[in-house]
């Protein structure tokens, strides 16, 4: 073995590098397949929603780099940042996204890469996400006949949603307005103090006293939240008082921080301080209880497994098709009861990819109700898998035969690895996102960067198409 110490001593200079990027390259190959036209028609209503209702004036926007980047971002699971620094620097990202045949190609900046994902509206991503799943049928690489749903929960970019958390988030958001009234409202002679630490000493004792349970008594940890309590109310409502003062420089543009610290303490903080009032001095239960001062649509759920205990967010609707590609069902409640929301998923499935195209479907014991059993029957399914909860629902037993139900069964619960790539491949699982809508948004586009990828993984022949498809499609075209 020899050593080459080549290189050691010269210095690093800029230089002129050229790569060749093979048509093989798998966002090469992605790229000639995706339907560009199709998915500038979904978007093209949502980028034309303008403040000033011109969109024809001013400089061009390129939406061909734009759509190209916000596909690799969600394929990628990539920050705005991320995505910036990859443009950069890879050429097949270069590539993707236009360079070579676009006239003035140009690299984004992070935050309009944010503001292009910005004014695509949650519904337009959701029908991105579900145009994969019918391009990949008209490739032959999936086939609408089967379908299994099941529901997932995505998790809302909140902490653990505790009282006393909630109060020193409050003396936070206060604190900021203080600063505010002493900088720009000088003349009104007021002082205002927020004791951030005083108030974290009593939280942090609160805490204490509740991790030793033989000392944390009812009457303690009441105690302890009623004087935190105190202590914030002190505080904070004497800037709520005096907090309308800052209006009017709330309401320009460079102040949109200070603006929204205002609209949450004046609605959230303020509603947080009158609830948990009633709950400790007056022994009322509040009909809804806040989980976030910044995040409005947002529920817990409990769904009693072992690895998970409870989670806060909304719940997602799912289904999948034969060959793992993956649609998504519209949110129209926070909580998409399971059985609710059969119905629905059937039609959009009937939507997206033709009425009489359901020959199977399979689900698991939460969607039942007589009425989807009806349902499922008046649709002339051939394989219609309800199971029935064991609770006594007098219900008649399932025609279908044994081996049947075993594979349907198994069949059903191939979904779930699929759910878990799609959560730990993009936002489906864990949202990174601050306001309710782009959380939703990041949720659908979850399911397009699942698609995406999938749709990858046949074109560079990781996965093989089923012969069973073909035979399928051909029968049904016959």
Same mark, same amino acid.
């Given at each position: ?11 690093? #200079? ?10 093989? *390259? ?71 996204? @236009? ?12 935050? %309009? ?16 996400? =579900? ?20 529901? #997932? ?6 902490? *653990? &949603? ?6 020193? %988030? ?24 927020? *004791?951030?630490?005083? !108030?974290?000493?009593?939280?942090? *004792? ?11 008594? &009812?009457? !303690? ?5 009623? $004087?935190?309590?105190?202590? /914030?109310?002190?505080? /904070? ?12 420089? +709330? ?50 759920? =409990?769904?009693?497994?072992? $690895? ?14 034969? @060959? =793992? ?11 998409? $009861? ?15 990819? @033709?009425?009489?195209?359901?020959? $199977? /479907? ?18 002339? !399914?051939?394989? @219609? ?29 191939? !979904? ?29 586009? +979850? ?15 990781? /996965? ?15």
């Amino acid at each position: 073995m020899s050593f080459d110490t080549q290189g050691f001593d010269q210095a690093v #200079t800029g230089t002129t590098i050229t790569l060749n990027i093979a048509d093989q *390259h798998p966002l090469i190959k992605l790229a000639q397949t995706l339907p560009w036209p199709d998915l500038l028609d979904l978007i093209l209503p949502d980028l034309k929603q303008t403040e000033k209702r011109c969109w024809w004036r001013g400089r061009p926007l390129r939406i061909r780099i734009h759509l190209g980047i916000y596909l690799l971002q969600q394929m990628l699971n990539l920050t705005d940042r991320q995505t910036e620094y990859a443009l950069r620097d890879n050429a097949a990202f270069r590539l993707f996204c @236009g360079v070579g045949f676009l006239s003035q190609w140009h690299a984004p900046d992070h935050t %309009k890469i944010e503001a292009f994902r910005s004014r695509l509206l949650p519904e337009t991503q959701r029908k991105l996400a =579900n145009l994969m799943a019918t391009h990949a049928v008209k490739l032959n690489y999936a086939c609408p006949t089967q379908l299994d749903v099941d529901s #997932t929960v995505q998790a809302a970019n909140i902490s *653990h &949603p505790s009282s006393a958390n909630l109060l020193v %988030k409050t003396a936070l958001l206060a604190k900021r307005i203080a600063n505010a009234l002493t900088e720009f409202k000088a003349h009104t002679g007021a002082q205002y103090h927020v *004791h951030l630490k005083q !108030i974290k000493i009593i939280a942090l *004792h609160y805490f204490t006293i509740k991790r030793r349970r033989v000392k944390a008594t &009812p009457e !303690i940890c009441l105690h302890m939240m009623q $004087s935190l309590w105190r202590e /914030v109310a002190a505080q /904070v409502m004497p800037i709520l008082k005096d907090s309308h003062l800052l209006l009017q420089v +709330a309401s320009l543009n460079k102040h949109g921080l200070l603006r929204r610290a205002l609209e949450q303490l004046h609605w959230r903080g303020y509603q947080l301080l009158h609830q948990l009032h009633e709950q400790l001095f007056e022994d009322k239960q509040p009909e809804t209880r806040i989980y976030a001062l910044h995040a409005y649509d947002v529920v817990p759920f =409990n769904k009693g497994k072992l $690895s998970k205990k409870v989670e806060y967010g909304r719940a997602f609707q799912l289904g999948r098709i034969r @060959g =793992n590609f993956l649609f998504v069902g519209k949110c129209t409640t926070l909580r998409m $009861s399971d059985a609710a929301s059969l119905p629905a998923m059937i039609s959009e499935h009937e939507t997206l990819f @033709g009425e009489d195209q359901i020959h $199977s /479907v399979a689900v698991d014991k939460g969607y039942y109700s007589h009425e989807n059993k009806k349902m499922l029957a008046k649709q002339s !399914i051939e394989d @219609g898998y309800l199971p029935a909860p064991r609770r006594t629902l007098n219900t008649k037993p399932s025609n279908l035969p044994p081996d049947k139900r075993e594979a349907l069964h198994n069949r059903r619960a191939g !979904i779930e690895p699929l759910i878990g790539h799609a959560k730990h491949g993009g936002q489906l699982g864990q949202s990174r996102m601050k306001s309710d809508a782009s959380t939703l948004g990041a949720g659908y586009a +979850a399911i397009l960067g699942f698609n995406l990828r999938q749709l990858k993984r046949y074109l560079t022949g990781v /996965v093989r198409p089923l012969a069973s498809n073909l035979v399928i499609l051909e029968q049904k075209t016959l």
